[in-house]
């Protein structure tokens, strides 16, 4: 079973508009990544944040971690079409290297 | 820059027949792992390799095999295709273990018939 689940599955929103992106897990973790892929492609490593961690920015992106809900958010700001693209967490959930992904939240920007 | 490399891109087999995703990374990365990617389903670990010399299966490793050849390579091997195998495969690399991102490649995309 998959440990990390995205909420909402698709997401729809216009240029400018802010997403906001939900991942909930099962068990306990070291630390959560949050990853993009876009249409046809590998997948790209956007931001890691640890279990001791509550916040963490990188650019226009916002990530938030609470480990109490065993959940985590990715806030994109200002978003642009070129944001459009699927988006995924992925935690090691027994600590052994293994990392598992979460399936995704599909993210249009509308121009 | 290569990063992550991956042949082929696009491969058709026939029930029953057999082939080798190749996979090879240039960032002397300590760890390999082995994706399939179905609509629907996100990502799901077949195989992971920690370290030169090591494997260990994921999530569906059944009707697969790896070699972690050198520090470099890691293959996958589907000794007998089956359709339930058409997937999207990607490789990925780490430097260490549990401890940061993953690069991964463009991906191999595989139809069993």
């Known amino acids: 079973s998959q440990q990390g689940e995205e909420d909402p599955q698709a997401l729809s929103i216009q240029e400018g508009e802010n997403a906001t992106m939900n991942c909930s897990y099962k068990?306990?973790?070291?630390?959560l990544q949050w990853y993009r892929q876009n249409s046809g492609r590998g997948l790209v490593h956007l931001i890691l944040?640890?279990?001791?961690?509550r916040e963490k920015h990188s650019g226009r992106l916002r990530v938030t971690l609470d480990t109490s809900k065993k959940s985590s958010s990715l806030l994109i700001t200002a978003s642009r079409a070129a944001d459009t693209a699927s988006y995924f967490c992925?935690?090691?959930?027994?600590?052994?290297?293994?990392?598992?992904f979460g399936q995704g939240t599909t993210l249009q920007v509308k121009p | 820059n290569a990063g992550v490399t991956q042949t082929p891109k696009f491969q058709v087999l026939k029930t029953g027949q057999s082939m080798t995703l190749q996979c090879a990374q240039d960032m002397n990365h300590n760890s390999m792992y082995w994706y399939r990617q179905d609509p629907g389903m996100g990502l799901r670990l077949i195989y992971y390799s920690a370290s030169e010399g090591t494997t260990d299966k994921g999530e569906v490793p059944n009707g697969y095999n790896v070699s972690r050849l050198n520090k470099r390579e890691f293959s996958l091997r589907l000794e007998s295709a089956a359709p339930s195998q058409t997937s999207v495969y990607f490789c990925?690399?780490?430097?260490?273990?549990?401890?940061?991102?993953?690069?991964f490649g463009e991906g191999s995309r595989l139809t069993v018939l």
């Open positions: 990925a690399s780490s430097a260490r273990a549990n401890t940061g991102e993953l690069f």
């Open positions: 992925a935690t090691d959930p027994g600590n052994t290297g293994k990392l598992i």
């Open positions: 068990t306990s973790i070291n630390n």
């Open positions: 944040i640890r279990s001791n961690e």
